[in-house]
C-alpha cells in the first residue's frame, strides 16, 4: 500500500482552495497545481503542498479580481448629477433623430443643455422634452403644403400675405407655425 496523505481528491482541492472543481481541473492542466497519472482510473490525485499553494494564490487571485471590478465600477460613466439627465442616443431616440450626431450638434449650438462625461454626451431631460414641444408647434415649408394640400408657392404668397406666421431661423429649422397653416389650411379648403 502507499501513503497518500499527501495527495488529495479533486473535491478535497477545490473545498480547500474555495473553488469549483472545475477551477482546480483548470488549473492542474496548466500546471499551476501538481498532479499524478494514475493508469485507467481517471484524473489521479494532487499533491497537496501545490493545492495549499495554490489555495493561498486563489484567494489573492479572487480578491483582486474582486478589488479590479470595484475599480471598474468607479470609473463607468455616469450622468453629471444623478437624476434629470439622459444620454443623447436616448434624447435622439426622443427627438426622432436617426443618430445621436444631431442632438450632440444641438448642444453644441447651445439650443440643449448638455455635458460631456468621459466619452458620452448627457443631456437634460426637461431640455429634451421643451425642444420636442417646440419642434412640434412648426413645421416646414414643404410639409405645410403637404398638410394644406397646394404647391409650396401657394404657401410662399400666404406668408407674404401675412396669413401663415412665420419666424426667422435658419433654413433648416421649421418655420411656420403649425397653428397658423392649420388656419390657412380651414380657409384654403373653402
Known amino acids: 500500500m502507499t501513503d497518500d496523505s499527501g495527495w488529495l481528491t479533486w473535491t ?3 473545498e480547500l482552495a474555495g473553488c469549483p472543481v472545475s477551477t482546480v481541473e483548470h488549473y492542474a492542466r496548466i500546471g499551476r497545481i501538481e498532479r499524478r ?8 490525485s494532487l499533491e497537496r503542498r501545490s493545492v495549499e499553494a495554490f489555495a493561498s494564490w486563489w484567494r489573492e ?3 483582486r479580481r474582486k478589488r479590479r471590478r470595484a475599480d471598474h465600477e468607479s470609473r463607468r460613466i455616469r450622468p453629471p448629477e444623478p437624476q434629470g439627465w439622459i444620454q443623447a442616443t436616448e434624447a435622439a431616440e426622443q427627438l426622432g433623430f436617426a443618430h445621436s450626431d444631431h442632438v450632440v450638434w444641438l448642444a453644441r449650438q447651445g ?10 454626451w448627457w443631456v437634460r431631460q426637461a431640455e429634451v422634452a421643451a425642444y420636442a414641444g417646440e419642434r412640434q408647434q412648426w ?3 414643404m410639409k405645410a403644403a403637404m398638410m394644406v394640400g397646394c404647391s409650396h408657392e401657394t404657401i410662399r404668397r400666404a406668408v407674404a ?5 412665420k419666424r426667422d431661423v435658419h433654413r433648416t429649422r421649421a418655420s411656420l407655425s403649425l397653428s397658423s397653416v392649420l388656419e390657412f389650411r380651414e380657409t384654403f379648403s373653402r
Open 61 to 63: 487571485e479572487v480578491a
Open 37 to 44: 497519472q494514475v493508469r485507467g482510473r481517471g484524473r489521479g
Open 161 to 165: 400675405a401675412g396669413r401663415i406666421e
Open 139 to 141: 413645421v416646414s415649408w
Open 12 to 14: 478535497q482541492a477545490a
Open 111 to 120: 439650443r440643449l443643455e448638455a455635458r460631456k462625461v468621459s466619452t458620452r
